[in-house]
């Protein structure tokens, strides 16, 4: 198994926001995790990356045990993220943005490989590469979001959120450009209040509630379920 997450606990302060959280991805899949506002997305995917540490768990890498790890090192394992808002370097261009993925040893001596995949994948940033990032649309800041992961040559990309405060002709150019980087060979765990669009293109996928994940199962399963469709489809 590419990432195993074993009950994990996490809490701010002394605020609990995830409680026992275990969950699975396999190489070349896509997982998705959907949920409502507040209920504990990010916090799992920050963790996973990293960025928070977790009061009890683990959190496997192709068996090696990643969560006590120094935040910083944990890129080197292969995982890079998409953070939600893409928190880009807003004054600086769309290249410099690029290059800053490139955090990871075995992309440092790629040379220009890794972004030629990345522009490959995204033909508008190398058009754009000298423009203020800053400066670009919604829908193409994310794609330097997630070209500048990419420049890390992660075997999983963690997104949050990517869709959010995207129109909806540009959500659909996010999904697709999602399948298109999993079938590249990346898995991918995606996040996502767009349970619909999420759904649709997951190989499995977890539900998460109030910090705790409630279900799980094949997308149809879910999409089958009337409890599932009442609170997130409205149906
Ligand atoms: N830095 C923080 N300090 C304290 N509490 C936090 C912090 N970040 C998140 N929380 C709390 O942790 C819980 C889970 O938040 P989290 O952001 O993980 O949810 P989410 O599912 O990603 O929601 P959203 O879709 O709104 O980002 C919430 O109750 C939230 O208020």
């Known amino acids: 198994m590419l990432l195993e997450v074993r009950n994990l606990h996490v809490s701010y302060g002394d605020a609990p926001a995830l409680w026992d959280a275990t969950l699975e991805v396999a190489a070349g899949q896509v997982v998705a995790v959907v949920g409502p506002n507040g209920a504990g997305k990010s916090t ?5 990356a990293g960025i928070l540490r977790a009061r009890q768990g683990e959190i496997r890498l192709d068996g090696t045990d990643i969560a ?5 090192r944990v890129c080197e394992h292969g995982i890079a993220i998409v953070p939600e808002g893409r928190r880009l370097f807003t004054h600086m261009s769309v290249l410099e943005n690029l290059e800053l993925g490139r955090y990871r040893a075995e992309s ?5 490989g890794s972004l030629e995949k990345v522009f490959s994948l995204f033909p508008i940033l190398k058009e754009r590469r000298h423009q203020i990032a800053g400066s670009m649309s919604g829908g193409q800041q994310q794609m330097v979001a997630i070209g500048r992961a ?4 992660p075997r999983l990309l963690l997104m949050d959120e990517p869709s959010l405060g995207l129109s909806p002709a ?6 697709r450009i999602i ?4 079938e590249r060979g990346v ?10 669009k999420a759904l649709e293109m997951a190989h499995h996928a977890y539900v998460i509630e109030q910090g705790r994940i409630v279900t799980s ?4 399963t879910l999409l089958g379920n009337p409890r599932i469709r009442e609170a997130y489809l409205g149906v």
């Open 44 to 48: 799992l995917i920050n963790t996973i």
């Open 68 to 72: 006590k790890i120094p935040g910083h």
């Open 108 to 112: 440092r001596a790629s040379g220009e």
């Open 150 to 153: 990419l420049m890390a040559r």
């Open 170 to 175: 540009v959500v659909d150019d996010m999904f």
């Open 179 to 182: 399948r298109t980087i999993n």
């Open 187 to 196: 898995a991918v765990l995606l996040v996502e209040q767009n349970i619909h």
């Open 217 to 220: 199962g094949k997308p149809d």
